[in-house]
């Protein structure tokens, strides 16, 4: 729980919260495991209403359920099966869903040094207030989550092959895809298309 006693951004007034967060892992067998997940969270919000220029402040509550299965059928092969659930809502609103599945595949080569991590997940989202937030593997030094909103697909496919101690080669493809839009973003990095791709390519030397 917790209190501000001023104002902070989106928040006109002081406000309180919360957030509750459990997880419980369980083995199934030697080489699978189910994990649970849940996360709450409430806390104030700016509600304007158009007949009047006044904010006041109510409260917005976030829910978030995951369910993930790891398997490892083969050395240096790992599966992760997982299905996310969120609902969102404020005191005056009606509440707003989200859900994504998605299957991951990685392969580390036991006698070989190179590595693979591909994703494929399709989702559903009312809005952006029931987003869906996933971690994605990509090269080092580089942080790389996407925000899942509206209705589609996404597929991700990462590899890195170390040559030698000193030399490492790393390539990303990633595609987006759309089912309800016909343009993504807007302004200058406005694309004219219900899918976008992006395509990285990293060479790292050490010294």
């Known amino acids: 729980m917790y209190r501000f006693p001023t104002e902070k951004y989106q928040v006109a007034a002081p406000s309180t919260g919360n957030e509750i967060y459990l997880m419980l892992t369980r083995p199934i067998t030697a ?33 978030q359920a995951e369910v993930r299965l790891s398997y490892i059928p083969a050395d240096g092969w790992t599966l992760v099966t997982r299905a996310i659930q969120t609902w ?21 080569a036991p006698h070989c040094p190179l590595t693979l991590s591909a994703r494929y997940v399709l989702f559903d989202i009312d809005d952006y207030d029931s987003r869906i937030i996933m971690a994605e593997s990509d090269f080092i030094y580089e942080s790389n989550s996407t925000q899942l909103m509206n209705k589609g697909y996404r597929f991700y496919l990462w590899a890195k092959y170390e040559l030698g101690e000193h030399l490492s080669i790393g390539l990303r493809y990633s ?13 200058h990095d406005k ?7 992006n395509i990285k390519l990293q060479v790292r030397v050490k010294f």
């Open 88 to 108: 969102y809502h404020t005191e005056s609103s009606e509440v707003s869903h989200g859900f994504a599945i998605s299957q991951d595949i990685r392969y580390r």
């Open 191 to 197: 694309i004219e298309s219900s899918h976008k791709q």
């Open 175 to 187: 595609i987006s895809q759309y089912a309800n839009l016909s343009s993504i973003s807007s302004g």
């Open 31 to 63: 080489k699978s495991t189910i994990e649970l997940c849940y996360r709450n969270k409430e806390r104030g919000r700016n509600n304007h209403q158009e007949e009047t220029p006044i904010y006041h402040v109510e409260q917005c509550y976030r829910q």
